[in-house]
Every structure is written in C-alpha cells, then in structure tokens.
C-alpha cells in the first residue's frame, strides 16, 4: 500500500522518522488502541505497522498489564495460531519477586513478548510480535507490531537515505 492509500484509513501525520507516519485512531482501527505507527517508504510501501494500547492500569505484579496481553494474545492466537512466548527476567536481576514484575519490564530486565512467524501468506505478514512494556510501576502499555514481506527492502532503503549524504 502507498501512503495516500494507508491514509483513507486515518488522518496521517509524519514523525520525526523520515516515513513513519502516525495515526492516533483509524477507520478499521481496534479500539483498544490508541496511536499506530506506519513505515511506508516511497518504493516499497507500507512494510510495518505498530498499535499501540497505553495507560494500562495495573499493580506492581503486573495483574491489568498481564491481563490486557494475555487477551490480545488470544485474539491473535485464534486467528494465526499460537506463536512463540518469551516470558524471562534477566540472569542476576534484582527485580526477582512477584511483585517486582512491572520494576523488571521497566528497567529492561524482564521481557514479555509473543512472536508469530510466517503467520499469513495470504495477508502478506512476514511477522507479528506483541511486547508488554512498564511506562511506570503501575501503568503498562502493549506493543503490537506487523511487519510484512516488503519489509527488509523498506529497510534496505530506509538504510540507503540514511547514508546517502555521508
């Protein structure tokens, strides 16, 4: 998809990134979320899209954080089959205990994340990733991110501009 077409979703306005482009809600947007975030290069199109749901409310065990991904999770799940979960806190890291849960994916000691590979040729998806992550001790945000086959030539060119007057 081109800029102009991803943007019959939603209003469009640039980053600081050179093409990435974000969108507080869209037309076929999920209203659990709150910002997105397109990279849509000028020859390959759109390549990746981020969701993100902020302001979570949650206690320091991390119960409204791990509540909200584990329903987002399951939606995806349904629909591409289960991927892969990484749930680890750092060897030797002081954020050890239950109730340190949202002290470790704040400090990035502790991760919380599911990966699909390949999940749907049929949409072009080359991956899907959801990520939990700590704005606070007691607010989270989720991370949902698409990335479609096109995307190693959007990075390739993303790469070239950025080189290019060196």
């Given at each position: 998809?081109?800029?102009?077409?991803?943007?019959?979703q939603?209003?469009?306005?640039p980053?600081k990134?050179?093409n990435?482009?974000?969108?507080?809600?869209?037309?076929?947007?999920?209203?659990?979320f709150?910002?997105?975030?397109?990279?849509?290069?000028?020859?390959?199109?759109?390549?990746?899209?981020?969701?993100?749901?902020s302001?979570?409310?949650?206690?320091?065990?991390?119960?409204?954080?791990?509540?909200?991904?584990e329903?987002?999770?399951?939606?995806?799940?349904l629909?591409?089959?289960?991927?892969?979960?990484?749930?680890?806190?750092?060897?030797?890291?002081?954020?050890?205990?239950p109730?340190?849960?949202?002290?470790?994916?704040?400090?990035?000691?502790?991760?919380?994340?599911?990966m699909?590979?390949?999940?749907?040729?049929?949409?072009?998806?080359?991956?899907?990733s959801?990520?939990?992550?700590?704005?606070s001790?007691n607010?989270?945000?989720?991370?949902?991110?698409?990335?479609?086959?096109?995307?190693?030539?959007?990075?390739?060119?993303?790469?070239?501009?950025?080189?290019?007057?060196?």
């Amino acid at each position: 998809m081109t800029k102009e077409q991803v943007a019959t979703q939603g209003t469009l306005q640039p980053s600081k990134t050179p093409n990435v482009y974000i969108a507080n809600n869209l037309r076929s947007g999920h209203p659990d979320f709150d910002d997105y975030r397109f990279l849509i290069t000028p020859v390959s199109g759109l390549c990746r899209v981020q969701a993100w749901k902020s302001n979570i409310s949650t206690s320091a065990y991390g119960d409204g954080l791990l509540s909200e991904f584990e329903a987002i999770q399951s939606a995806i799940t349904l629909k591409y089959g289960a991927g892969k979960k990484f749930d680890y806190l750092q060897h030797k890291s002081i954020w050890n205990e239950p109730r340190d849960f949202m002290m470790g994916l704040k400090a990035e000691e502790r991760t919380l994340a599911v990966m699909w590979a390949n999940p749907s040729a049929s949409d072009g998806l080359e991956a899907i990733s959801l990520k939990a992550l700590a704005a606070s001790p007691n607010t989270g945000m989720i991370l949902l991110t698409y990335e479609f086959k096109n995307f190693e030539a959007c990075a390739q060119e993303q790469k070239a501009k950025r080189s290019a007057n060196l």
